[in-house]
């Protein structure tokens, strides 16, 4: 095939909103598919390249050097280079990436390209894009990038924004080095604030802690050492949502503008990076404003434009996806599909313009003079903005959004090729341009499409299995002129014979339909075909115009499970005969379904021996396909004859055979007879040219193989589509087959693809040209009359009635019949079926249906009628025998089941009821079974793991209840610790006494009984060397938990102390625990000795209450479920409310165990000489009881009966007799009586007390109960001040880690800085001399000057000088004096180095003119003149560069020496920090905190404004405040003794008369400033105030207090509202679920009350029957009852409040600790 040709890249269309930008000032250049296309917006026209490499991932497009960079899709992806016009391959970038890039751009001046890969690595790479090479790399940590680009003023920044970033990048260079070095930048919140959050350091530290100054940060809590600790924010559940970068745009001045995705914008500065809230979408007018943030968007400006029906004239989210910067200020646009421009004034932003576009906005790029926009959309349309006609936009070009389904030929098939897209846009395309002609939506999605090659027409199928018919006599302005509902099910298929005498179409409902597809017979269908699982595939071939039509279906078998073997294995090929239309009748079809005849068609069924695709039928009846195996090209040929051991299926029977005989008849089996080279990737179609010698294979991979039949190992390949994306969706020949369409499967594109021909394939081309035009000329008179047939049809209009509800109409059709079915059974009345009637949307075959129905209604109605009739006379019978038996004995009727006649009926319904039941039991089985796994965890988890129950006693006469404590078993590693510990702690006890006894010295003689007398005493007062409870901290040891094994609270130093003073506090508690569960057990036990007595004397009391005919209630004590929590366990038969179920074994069994009792019982009724012996003498009794014998009347004599004067003496006698036992009688009853209730009162009062004395044992285990609680929370509690010393112990060797590992990363950087530096400094060095040399040779240059002309005459070298002297002036270069004037908004593009030579060689050009020459100087001095200035001015351009390069490493070089110096200073910082940590970690474990239990004391601390500090106070004796007390008063007393004896002196001196009164005056003064000093009350605040001098710094301590205890009150009232706010939202969440819960209850509660009613109704009728004579005796015992509950209750209220009084009463006298800061 290679010696045909090849194939080129025509043209390819499609856009699905990729990036659309400017390679030139009126070039747009976008990626379309495998392909790029150039665009150009003044002449229209477009060109597309196929791209080298797997595909194309991402374009990045440089509008100052009109280049394109491609990133390939592949494993190890390369970015290629390409320069436009001619798109050649400039360079090629590798290494990369592993998988993908993410982002490319490219500098806006300089030859810079930046790349960002994906997966894994993240890397951003700077490359020189003109050579390929790699500058710089950096991989990041993990974070994905969206977006990339360059400063424009400054190719050094690079910015690069994701979903979790906005890093800048600096490009440092040293001559050939790069370095790039990141600055992060911190995004902020969603709400526009910037989260600097600070360390709480304090937040979970003790007081000693903060006492200490030991601030852990946010890693150090979490644990974290490494690099993630320096990065590390916090917990995201504790943070604030950060917002997502979406677009960014630099500004002039070095700033960057980014949107997010929830609409909000921001400026940061790329050198200090502080961000600033430029705007942020508005809140409700209901919410409340930020008062923290500025509002920066002005009410009044002109960003609220008026409310538009077109366009959301608001910014929001999704508004800002992409933004440009111009000079009239910031484009934006985005998914709300409007394209603003924001003008930004002093943070403010005002909205100056917007755009309206059709669909969500996916690329702006701005045209190199700035004076056009490229707007890109989602739809697959470009629009052209032109900021100088504000509100408006020219559409470039609009190809519309979707995949493309299909592509086919339009006839004559040279000139035009029809497309359908997903969304059923039928679009018409050029061959020789790419051009669009025309597109007609048929509002339905489409599945496929073909045009017949006999008229301009083309069949597109529909998701609905429908077919469009559109005509293109006109291709300018295609018709829909006509729709077919061919199937209920998608059309997969739709094939044109190529003389276009058929349409075959198919579908995974198991048909394929033939059709005539001419205008003239208005496209009537002629029958269908059969065929067994899902249509694969449909090919044809008509060899000659007159010849029969071969047809070939593929499909599979196991289409319910294709991911087995989804390529098809079986085939069915037919034949249409040459006059099938001709001679087409009725008897063609089996029945009036229009099935066709086997043998009409000549239908074979045969196997693929290979499952394969995309079966064609060529010439010669050889079938061409993809193997699925080994994916080759395989050739089959097909049979003449059916397999002799094949039997085709009868016609009556062919919907029901599963074609098994065919799939084991080895002989239907097609052999391959040859293969040939074929795809990658599984799948495909095969496609015969036209003239039917090429043969061309596409498939998943995304190649084309071309070949010819001669030479099929050889074939022209191209690579239309990528295999990522789905690879080649379908492909079709033009009629002379120089053309090649293909559709990729989902990149939206449609490539055409050309011949380039060689002599020897022009040859060949001729053949088919020759055989297209013989196809044309046998078809033209056909075409011209099913085009004009076609040209007046008028066109098609979808109807209401077409788009309704088909299943709808359906249930009520059956609904309806169903009602007046009933009705008819009801008046005894015969119905009759109606007449089906076809719905509006019934498919040809479901009419074919309805006719076959309606002639078996003609053929048959005679005998339907009388069928009807018997029916109904049958009927009739069985209602009279039915109610003939409602009249009959119970014993004689029969059940209703027995007059069904329809026992099959029955049977099948009763089958599915039984199944029913058994679904749903088997689902109940399996919840019970769940609930039953649940119930047994639960179980094993909480009761059988613990060796200790727990359980609760309640008292006899009150509500008091005591519980136990539930205990575990210990494990096997927990007695193990302590066993371990415990020997720990006995080898350091003896090790301790050991250490004692060597250490101690020998006592001196004489005062050994001294030191023998103290250490009695200190002994007797210490309690025998024991720490007593006030320095334990607990009273453990006073209940069960002491032990020697404790280590002091004063010497917990260490972290393994500390650990094993943890393991043996937690033996204590299970020894308390354990030491009240056995009191706790002996109560109980006493409990049931009780309940057993009770029980016991009950049982008399009910005999006693039983002889009085008493009817007092007997209190029986009952053990509740809290008392008894093993009988949760167990379910009792009163627990079940409803009815067992029993099975009908159980059923037989019960049977069985009742007819076995019934015969014992009667057997026991039979004579008993026993029973009758017993009766007979004894009366029935063996003893006779005293009770019994009172309770006997004596018998009255027969005679009383008489009036008392017809007695004889005798019968006086007798009633005297009879009168005195009766009296004798009664007395003894009375006595008897009187015993009784003396015993009754016995027993309960022996109740009563024996039940008082177990409630107030019960009582004195409730104290016992709160005190062992209290012992428990006192070793609980100094178990957790354990804990949290070892966590900030662990907290503090963590911050040590981190900040070690911190100093050696610094150190290990240092020592690569200093590296660095010296190689820079190297490097600059070696430079410098290089460019001194440089500058010395350019000095050079202009010093012999003269030396070189001194054979010209002085005056000539004068002048020759000044222009040697003289430069060219700065010009641009041609290719920016071409563009229109830029206005862009970052200035000319400074020209590089290689251009700003250019120009000036270009302008030295003008000035080495001969013009310029002096007069007299020869030509060739004039020429060494210009070569010598030439040399001149490359020399200074060479030492210019030079400079610059020399300044940008001297600048390099002062970077690194700066970074060794900020590094040295961040070592030795660490380094302080280390010792810092160290000295904080030593005093922590030095300085132990104690817990003490004291007696109630006094504070005589001022607790101060609010907050408690007590770092001033000391803990101290109170009798020592008592001797300091008794001494103060004792030197009192002295001196006022003193005072007297002078006093007394002084009378007895009689100095002078004057001196004496005077000096008594001065003593009774002195008496009165003694009484007021003494009298004097000198409080704390005096006595501070006289001993403090300063008092400013006491207020400003006081001040500071109560800022202190606001601020905590602040944050404490902070976090009570944001609990109260979590409690608020968890209540609506009830709310709404409890609202949910009424209405169902409210549901419930109507379907009760018609349940109520119903059964009131019920017993209103039976009220006389069932009337309730005990109703007045139930209300009082229920009135009753209730009065003792409320009494109760009171009771229960008063006794809580005694309680309570009781309980503040003790707590008055309980002991208090001084006053704890909290």
Same mark, same amino acid.
């Given at each position: 095939m290679d010696a045909i040709g090849s194939l080129e890249l025509a043209w390819a269309q499609g856009y699905n909103g990729s990036k659309a930008e400017y390679i030139s000032h009126n070039t747009i250049c976008y990626a379309c598919g495998s392909n790029v296309n150039f665009y150009n917006t003044d002449d229209k026209k477009e060109t597309a390249y196929p791209s080298l490499g797997g595909g194309i991932h991402l374009i990045a497009v440089s509008n100052t050097h009109h280049t394109v960079a491609i990133a390939e899709q592949a494993i190890n992806p390369r970015i290629f280079i390409h320069s436009y016009p001619g798109f050649i391959k400039t360079a090629v970038c590798e290494n990369g990436a592993q998988l993908e890039y993410a982002a490319l751009a490219f500098s806006y001046s300089g030859r810079y390209l930046a790349s960002y890969s994906g997966l894994p690595e993240f890397k951003l790479s700077i490359w020189h894009w003109e050579t390929g090479d790699l500058l710089c790399s950096k991989e990041l940590d993990g974070l994905p990038a969206t977006d990339i680009s360059f400063n424009p003023m400054d190719w050094h920044k690079v910015c690069v924004i994701g979903p979790e970033q906005l890093t800048f990048w600096n490009i440092e260079q040293s001559n050939k080095k790069y370095v790039l070095l990141p600055a992060k930048v911190k995004l902020p919140a969603e709400d526009g604030t910037v989260d600097d959050r600070m360390d709480d350091a304090s937040s979970r530290m003790s007081t000693r802690a903060v006492m200490y100054g030991i601030k852990v940060d946010l890693a150090t809590k979490a644990g974290l050492v490494g690099e993630l600790a320096e990065t590390f924010e916090g917990v995201k559940d504790d943070l604030k949502k950060r917002v997502v970068p979406v677009s960014h745009c630099w500004t002039p001045k070095s700033e960057v503008y980014f949107g997010c995705e929830g609409g909000q914008l921001f400026k940061v500065d790329s050198e200090s990076h502080t961000v600033k809230l430029l705007y942020k979408p508005t809140l409700p007018s209901n919410s409340v404003k930020d008062a923290g943030s500025p509002e920066l968007i002005r009410e009044d400006s002109d960003l609220q434009l008026p409310s538009s029906p077109n366009y959301n004239n608001t910014l929001g989210e999704g508004s800002l996806s992409y933004m440009k910067l111009h000079k009239d200020g910031l484009y934006v646009g985005g998914e709300d599909a409007t394209l603003r421009c924001l003008t930004i004034s002093r943070d403010e932003i005002n909205l100056s313009d917007s755009w309206p576009c059709e669909s969500a906005i996916t690329s702006l790029s701005w045209s190199s003079s700035y004076n056009k926009l490229a707007v890109g959309s989602s739809m697959g349309a470009v629009h052209i903005y032109d900021p100088a006609s504000p509100g408006s936009a020219e559409k470039l070009f609009d190809h519309h959004h979707g995949n493309f389904l299909g592509v086919d030929i339009l006839s004559p098939g040279t000139q035009h090729c029809v497309t359908v897209r997903q969304s059923g846009e039928v679009q018409v395309w050029t061959l020789e341009k790419p051009q669009l002609v025309s597109s007609i939506s048929i509002s339905r999605a489409a599945s496929c499409i073909a045009c017949c090659p006999s008229s301009k027409l083309a069949a597109v199928g529909t998701l609905s299995g429908h077919v469009y018919m559109i005509e293109f006599n006109n291709v300018e302005n295609p018709r829909v002129v006509q729709r077919l509902a061919v199937h209920r099910t998608p059309v997969l298929h739709l094939v044109f014979e190529q003389y276009g005498r058929y349409l075959l179409t198919g579908s995974d409902d198991g048909h394929v339909f033939i059709m005539d597809p001419r205008p003239s017979v208005e496209f009537n269908i002629l029958g269908h075909v059969l065929i067994d699982g899902l249509i694969m595939s449909i090919s044809c071939n008509t060899p000659d115009k007159n010849g029969d039509t071969k047809v070939v279906v593929t499909s599979n078998l196991h289409q319910k499970d294709a991911s087995k073997n989804p390529a098809p294995h079986k085939i069915i090929q037919f034949d249409l005969k040459k006059n099938f239309i001709k001679d087409f009748s009725q008897d063609y079809h089996v029945s009036l379904k229009c099935d066709l005849k086997d043998e009409v068609i000549n239908r074979m069924n045969l196997n693929f021996a290979v499952p394969s695709y995309g079966a064609a039928v060529g010439p010669g009846e050889i079938i061409y396909a993809i193997s699925y195996n080994h994916k080759r090209l395989c050739k089959i040929q097909l049979p003449d004859e059916p397999p002799k051991k094949m039997e085709s299926p009868t016609p009556s029977i062919a919907l029901s055979l599963s074609m098994s005989p065919v799939e084991n008849n080895k002989a239907s089996y097609l052999q391959p007879l040859a293969e040939f080279p074929g795809h990658e990737l599984p799948g495909g179609k095969v496609v015969l040219s036209p003239h039917q010698k090429w043969l061309a294979t596409c498939a998943p991979d995304g190649r084309v193989h071309v070949r010819t039949m001669d030479d099929m190992e050889k074939a022209v390949s191209v690579r239309a589509h990528t295999f990522r994306q789905g690879g080649v969706n379908s492909m079709v020949f033009s009629a002379d087959s120089m053309y090649l369409i293909t559709c990729g499967a989902n990149d939206g594109t449609v490539s055409c693809y050309t011949w380039n021909f060689t002599t020897f394939g022009k040859n060949k081309y001729a053949s088919a040209v020759e055989m297209s035009r013989t196809l044309n000329v046998a078809l033209n008179g056909v075409r011209k009359k099913e085009d004009e047939v076609l040209a007046n049809m008028m066109e098609w209009f979808p109807t209401t009635s077409q788009s309704g509800s088909r299943a709808a109409s359906v249930i009520e059709k059956d609904t309806q019949e169903l009602s007046e079915k009933e009705k008819a059974v009801e008046n005894d009345q015969i119905y009759t079926t109606p007449t089906p009637i076809p719905s509006s949307d019934a498919t040809w075959l479901e009419l074919q249906e309805l006719e076959a129905i309606k002639e078996e209604d003609k053929q048959y109605a005679d005998m339907k009628k009388d069928l009807r009739t018997d029916i109904r006379d049958l009927r009739r019978t069985i209602q009279a025998m039915m109610k003939q038996n409602e009249t009959l004995p119970e014993m004689e009727k029969l059940a209703h089941q027995e007059f069904n006649l329809d026992t099959e009926e029955q049977q099948r319904l009763e089958a599915e009821g039984q199944a029913e039941v058994e679904m749903i039991r088997e689902d109940i089985e399996f919840e019970n079974l769940a609930m039953v796994y649940l119930r047994d965890t639960i179980k094993? #988890?909480?009761?059988?793991?613990?060796?200790?129950?727990?359980?609760?006693? =309640?008292?006899?006469?009150?509500?008091?209840?005591? #519980?136990?404590?539930?205990?575990r078993d210990r494990t096997h590693a927990e007695k193990e610790i302590l066993a371990f510990v415990t020997k720990i702690r006995e080898i350091e006890i003896a090790e301790l006494e050991a250490r004692k006894e060597i250490m101690e010295t020998p006592s001196k003689p004489g005062t050994a009984g001294e030191n023998e007398e103290k250490e009695l005493d200190d002994e007797s007062e210490e309690g025998d060397g024991k720490e007593q409870p006030s320095t334990t901290g607990s009273l453990g040891a006073m209940f069960g938990g002491g032990s020697d094994l404790f280590y002091s609270q004063f010497e917990l130093h260490t972290k393994q102390q500390k650990q094993n003073q943890i393991i043996l506090l937690k033996d204590a508690l299970y020894r308390i625990r354990t030491a009240f569960n056995k009191e706790f057990d002996e109560v109980y036990k006493m409990k049931e000795m009780e309940i057993a007595r009770i029980k016991e004397k009950n049982t008399r009391i009910r005999k006693i209450l039983e002889d009085l005919d008493s009817g007092e209630a007997v209190w029986q004590p009952e053990w509740s479920i809290d008392e008894k929590p093993e009988r949760l366990l167990e379910v009792s038969d009163s627990e079940v409310k409803v009815e067992k179920y029993i099975s009908p074994e159980q059923q037989a069994k019960l049977d069985e165990e009742a007819k076995i009792e019934e015969e014992r019982r009667l057997r026991e009724k039979a004579d008993n000489a026993r029973e009758r012996a017993l009766d007979m003498m004894m009366g029935g009794v063996l003893e006779v009881k005293k009770e019994d014998e009172l309770k006997k009347d004596i018998p009255v004599p027969a005679f009383m009966s008489k009036p008392q004067e017809e007695w004889s003496e005798d019968e006086k006698k007798l009633a005297q007799d009879y009168e005195r036992k009766v009296k004798e009688l009664n007395e003894e009853r009375e006595k008897y009586r009187k015993a009784l209730e003396s015993e009754l009162k016995k027993l309960q009062t022996t109740l009563a007390d024996t039940t008082g004395n177990f409630d107030d044992k019960l009582t004195d285990l409730f104290q016992k109960k709160i005190k062992t609680e209290m012992v428990i929370n006192q070793e609980e509690l100094k178990i957790v001040r354990l804990q949290f010393s070892l966590l900030q112990e662990e907290e503090l060797g963590t911050k040590e880690a981190e900040i070690a590992r911190r100093l050696k990363s610094r150190q290990t950087r240092k020592t690569g800085g200093q590296l660095a530096v010296i190689n820079a400094k190297k490097e600059a060095d070696q430079f410098r001399d290089t460019y001194d040399i440089l500058v010395a040779e350019d000095k050079v240059l202009d010093k012999v000057f003269r030396r070189e002309f001194n054979d010209v005459p002085t005056s000539q070298v004068d002048q020759l000088y000044k222009l040697f002297r003289r430069r060219p002036r700065g010009r641009r270069g041609a290719e920016h004096s071409m563009d229109l004037p830029s206005i862009s908004p970052y200035g000319e593009r400074p020209p590089s180095p290689r251009q700003q030579l250019s120009n000036l060689l270009k302008g030295l050009t003008e000035l080495d003119d001969e013009s310029h020459m002096p007069e007299g100087v020869e030509l060739s001095v004039w020429e060494r003149m210009c070569l010598a200035r030439k040399n001149k001015l490359e020399s200074e351009q060479n030492v210019k560069q030079k400079a610059l390069v020399m300044a940008d490493m001297n600048a390099f070089l002062q970077r690194r020496q700066e970074e060794d110096e900020n590094?040295?200073?961040? /070592?030795?910082?660490?380094?302080?920090?280390?010792?810092?940590?160290?000295?904080?970690?030593?005093?922590?474990?030095?300085?132990?905190? &104690?817990?003490?239990?004291? =007696?109630?004391?006094?504070?005589?601390?001022?607790?101060?404004?609010?907050?408690?500090?007590? #770092?001033?106070?000391?803990? /101290?004796?109170?009798? &020592? !405040?008592?001797?300091?007390?008794? !001494?103060?008063?004792?030197?009192?007393?002295?001196? /006022?003794?003193?005072?007297?004896?002078?006093?007394?002196?002084?009378?007895?001196?009689?100095?002078?008369?004057?001196?004496?009164?005077?000096?008594?005056? =001065? /003593?009774?003064?002195?008496?009165? @400033?003694? *009484?007021?000093?003494?009298?004097? @009350?000198?409080?704390?605040?005096?006595?501070?105030?006289?001993?403090?001098?300063?008092?400013?710094? @006491?207020?400003?301590?006081?001040?500071?207090?109560?800022?202190? #205890?606001?601020?905590?009150?602040? +944050?404490?009232?902070?976090?009570? &509202?944001?609990?109260? $706010? %979590?409690?608020?939202?968890?209540?609506? @969440? &009830?709310?709404?679920?409890?609202? $949910?819960?009424?209405?169902?209850?409210? *549901?419930?509660?109507?379907?009760?009350?018609?349940?109520?009613?119903? +059964?009131?109704?019920?017993?209103?009728?039976?009220?006389?029957?069932?009337?309730?004579?005990?109703?007045?005796?139930?209300?009082?015992?229920?009135?009753?009852?209730?009065?003792?509950? %409320?009494?109760? =209750?009171?009771?229960?209220?008063?006794?809580?409040?005694?309680?309570?009084?009781?309980?503040?009463?003790?707590?008055?006298?309980?002991?208090?600790?001084?006053?704890?800061?909290?």
């Open positions: 094993r #988890t909480c009761w059988d793991s613990m060796a200790v129950k727990g359980r609760s006693l =309640k008292a006899f006469h009150s509500n008091l209840e005591v #519980t136990n404590y539930p205990m590094l040295k200073a961040e /070592i030795e910082e660490l380094l302080e920090r280390i010792n810092n940590v160290q000295e904080e970690k030593l005093r922590f474990m030095c300085n132990l905190e &104690v817990q003490f239990l004291l =007696k109630q004391g006094q504070v005589e601390v001022d607790p101060g404004p609010f907050v408690y500090d007590h #770092t001033d106070s000391i803990l /101290i004796h109170r009798g &020592v !405040t008592e001797d300091l007390n008794a !001494t103060i008063r004792q030197l009192g007393e002295q001196k /006022i003794a003193a005072m007297t004896e002078s006093k007394d002196f002084r009378k007895g001196i009689h100095v002078l008369e004057w001196e004496h009164n005077k000096n008594l005056m =001065k /003593i009774e003064d002195l008496l009165n @400033k003694a *009484r007021d000093i003494q009298s004097l @009350k000198v409080s704390r605040e005096l006595q501070k105030y006289l001993n403090d001098a300063d008092h400013e710094s @006491k207020k400003q301590q006081e001040i500071g207090k109560l800022e202190e #205890t606001l601020d905590l009150q602040d +944050r404490h009232h902070e976090k009570n &509202v944001r609990e109260r $706010k %979590d409690i608020l939202g968890n209540i609506r @969440k &009830v709310i709404r679920r409890k609202e $949910k819960e009424n209405s169902k209850l409210m *549901r419930e509660l109507q379907e009760f009350n018609v349940s109520v009613a119903e +059964r009131k109704h019920i017993d209103a009728v039976n009220a006389d029957r069932h009337a309730d004579s005990g109703a007045e005796k139930r209300m009082h015992d229920i009135v009753q009852r209730r009065k003792l509950v %409320d009494l109760a =209750k009171a009771q229960a209220q008063e006794v809580a409040v005694l309680r309570a009084e009781v309980e503040r009463l003790r707590m008055r006298t309980f002991p208090a600790l001084v006053q704890v800061e909290h």
